[in-house]
């Protein structure tokens, strides 16, 4: 999956397993070993006048 949809998703998961942590109910965070993938680099931008 691309980054867009994977680190959004990560840290919802995330930030629920604290949650959860604090309430007692889990006691591990089951996405410790999950790494957050690297964005692409965005080349969507307008260029300059004086780039075309």
Do not use: F
């Not at 959004?8 to 993938?37: H, K, M, N, V």
């Amino acid at each position: 999956m691309a980054a867009d949809t994977v680190n959004p998703e990560l840290s919802i998961a995330r930030t629920a397993i604290g949650w959860w942590q604090g309430q007692g109910w889990i006691e591990c965070d089951p996405t410790i070993s999950i790494e957050r993938r690297s964005t692409p680099t965005d080349r969507t931008k307008a260029l300059a006048k004086n780039r075309r």
